[in-house]
């Protein structure tokens, strides 16, 4: 069987009464609409993996993640969706939530790892699929050099040259991608990193880990808001305006941050008058619900 790996994720603009008196042009790029549930930066992160499952014959995908792991609900959703068997290794003990529902009822078998058992994830592996020949063995957060391949096809759907292009950043594999994409098609772009986590510039090392070339690049840290999944009054208040206002639908955890930093790099005149600023809304829509009593 071969896969329908077709996507549609249009570019459409994103209007601010600053962005008007700055004179840019900012767009977003809906990666959120390629699937519901194998939300944006996921689907292109997976897409190479299941090619390459598909070519050595393997049916049963194994991948670990947090309890509120968008990636462990990708992988959940992709496997039912291409009739394979999928596993998911919980960090932490047992809970339940919108995603870990999501991912049990697309198949997926949960196994709650304790956080020691958790860190070393090949042994885990051997030591419950080391006899299975079916099994796949993806990284958490779908961490590979065929996730940084299908992030770089991101690029050459663009319809025009930007000159700013804005990412999330979590493990920094979508960055990586999309650097490589930019790099391949020789594109001057500007690219910036946005780090959810808090202390993220190690995330230079980890994003240059898998460039074989040298490119310059902004890694903002400043906007993580507390650390990972912490969010401030000022984030939530940004979000539900930015939602009333566009009727495109974000989270705090990565989306709400980069576009925050846009609007704020915007108004601290970072961006010359007259530029095309991109940012890629990376999805992540079931985590939403996860923090509905934050808002
Ligand atoms: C996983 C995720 C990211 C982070 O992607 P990395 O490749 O790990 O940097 C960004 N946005 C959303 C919505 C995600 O689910």
């Not at 008196?21 to 194998?38: A, Q, S």
């Not at 042994?123 to 050099?145: C, K, M, R, V, W």
């Not at 098609?185 to 995330?203: E, N, R, S, W």
Request: one cysteine or more; glycine letters at 10%.
């Amino acid at each position: 069987m071969q896969y329908n790996l077709e996507i549609f994720s249009p570019v459409q603009p994103w209007q601010h009464p600053l962005f008007a008196e700055k004179g840019l042009n900012v767009f977003i790029k809906r990666d959120d609409m390629i699937h519901p549930l194998i939300s944006g930066n996921k689907w292109r992160k997976l897409k190479h993996t299941l090619i390459k499952a598909q070519l050595l014959g393997k049916t049963h995908l194994v991948t670990f993640g947090g309890a509120y792991s968008n990636h462990l609900l990708a992988t959940a959703s992709a496997a039912a969706k291409f009739g394979l068997a999928s596993t998911g290794f919980v960090r932490g003990e047992e809970v339940q939530n919108d995603t870990l529902f999501l991912c049990r009822l697309h198949g997926m078998n949960l196994i709650f790892t304790d956080r020691e058992a958790y860190r070393n994830k090949s042994l885990l592996f051997e030591q419950h699929f080391g006899n299975d020949t079916s099994a796949y063995f993806i990284d958490e957060g779908g961490a590979s050099p065929e996730a940084v391949k299908g992030c770089a096809e991101l690029v050459p759907e663009l319809p025009i040259c930007y000159d700013h292009f804005f990412c999330a950043c979590g493990t920094g594999t979508t960055a990586a991608g999309i650097i490589t994409g930019l790099h391949q098609h020789q594109l001057p772009t500007h690219f910036h990193a946005i780090p959810v986590l808090k202390g993220g510039g190690f995330i230079r090392h980890d994003i240059n880990d898998y460039l074989n070339f040298e490119y310059p690049y902004s890694l903002h840290t400043d906007y993580h808001f507390g650390g990972y999944a912490k969010t401030t009054p000022e984030l939530l208040s940004f979000i539900k305006t930015f939602v009333q206002s566009t009727g495109i639908l974000i989270e705090p955890i990565y989306t709400g941050k980069m576009l925050y930093a846009i609007l704020d790099l915007a108004s601290k005149d970072k961006f010359a008058p007259g530029s095309n600023i991109l940012a890629v809304h990376s999805g992540g829509m079931i985590g939403l619900l996860g923090m509905k009593e934050k808002f």
